[in-house]
């Protein structure tokens, strides 16, 4: 079973910001949160991920609680092209490493 | 950078016979790879690790008999499913870790649909 719990869909109006919860609250002090996203009918596309510290790149931001028991996703300016399903997966890095993808929460951008 | 394919995107075959998926790691070496299987509105199960140069790691439940994996390089791993059945058509997709710089990040390929007839 996936060590992660989030909402099964949510709604966001292009252009503003979307902000993805996930709940982990089992996770081990070594574990990572990561963030991925899967498109209909396409492979996994990698978004971000992290240990403790906040995360930024050019696809999104990783805000992660202080005691690590949930984080959130947040897509600044949504667009049309971030509807998909949006994966939070908890593991240990390498050679550790085991992806237990849950259901995810199906993320629609409406116009 | 890290970009992984998958050929073919999609086979159609007829019961009993083998397929062969190739997943690559266009611009990185994968010292570890994935193979993952995906049903129509589920989410993505792993079938098995492999390790270049070693025998793979299958999961609980996934016959190693019948679905073969070959990690031979480090960019290029295979899985073969023998005497495919109707009921193994899924999206079978596959992701590499690199072994330096970003190595703690899996990379996903597009995914090969498979439908057995």
């Known amino acids: 079973d996936a060590k992660t719990t989030q909402p099964t869909s949510m709604d966001c109006a292009e252009g503003r910001a979307a902000n993805l919860p996930c709940n982990h609250s089992?996770?081990?002090?070594?574990?990572?949160v990561y963030w991925y996203r899967q498109i209909h009918s396409q492979g996994p596309q990698y978004i971000i991920h992290?240990?403790?510290n906040n995360e930024t790149n050019e696809m999104a931001s990783l805000i992660i609680t202080e005691d690590r028991k949930s984080s959130t996703l947040i897509l600044p300016h949504a667009t049309l092209r971030d509807t998909a399903v949006y994966y939070c997966?908890?593991?240990?890095?390498?050679?550790?490493?085991?992806?237990?993808f849950g259901p995810g929460t199906r993320l629609s951008v409406l116009p | 950078g890290a970009v992984v394919s998958q050929h073919p995107s999609r086979v159609i075959c007829k019961s009993g016979t083998s397929v062969k998926i190739e997943c690559r790691s266009l611009?990185?070496?994968?010292?570890?790879m994935f193979w993952y299987r995906q049903f129509p509105k589920q989410s993505l199960m792993l079938m098995a690790t492999?390790?270049?140069?070693?025998?793979?790691?299958?999961e609980q439940g996934v016959e190693k008999d019948k679905f073969l994996i070959n990690h031979a390089s480090l960019t290029l791993s295979t899985l073969t499913v023998t005497s495919a059945h109707p009921e193994d058509s899924s999206f079978y997709i596959c992701s590499a870790r690199p072994g330096t710089g970003g190595g703690e990040t899996q990379y996903f390929g597009p995914g090969t649909r498979l439908l057995v007839l």
């Open positions: 997966i908890v593991s240990a890095r390498p050679p550790r490493q085991n992806f237990v």
């Open positions: 611009d990185f070496q994968a010292t570890t």
């Open positions: 089992t996770i081990s002090g070594n574990e990572y």
């Open positions: 492999s390790n270049e140069g070693s025998k793979a790691t299958y």
């Open positions: 992290g240990l403790k």
